[in-house]
């Protein structure tokens, strides 16, 4: 693999997964914010944006471990992937803390928790790409940092 020719899409990619995962959990806060009761059911289910999330990550991170390139598609694959991991965390501490309903998802606990996970979440991207690059496109792309 050319590390060098590679490298600066980590950084970009970061940005772009941060700036997915940030917006997903505040468009959907604000959504369910504004209709509370409106559910996605199918088939008499009722389908939970954890379910929708693990799908857009699975659908969003194959093709970001299988191609290593920087394109349209990987670029999309990675707002995919983490528009489904925000979903996924959000929906996950709401079911472990509350009791699942439509009204505790509006509760503080349920609020603060998804956005510690997915707070949590920027962090880890922000460090693991800060770690690689030291912060800096220019050394990714010059191949001066060590490589893994």
Known sequence: MDYAAGGAQAPHR?????ASMLS??????????????ADFNLAGYNIHHLYTGLLL??????????????SRTTDLACLIFGC?????????????VTDGSNAAYLLPISFWGGAFLVSLACLYT????????GGSAKAASDGTRDRP
């Open 14 to 18: 970061a940005r772009l997964l941060v």
């Open 24 to 37: 997903t959990f505040a468009f959907i806060r604000v959504m369910m914010w504004i209709s509370p009761d």
């Open 57 to 70: 990550v699975v659908s969003g991170g194959v093709p970001l471990i299988l191609w290593s390139h920087r």
């Open 84 to 96: 489904g991991l925000s979903l996924a965390l959000d929906e996950w501490v709401y079911l472990i």
């Open 126 to 133: 922000a460090t693991l790409a800060n770690l690689r690059f």
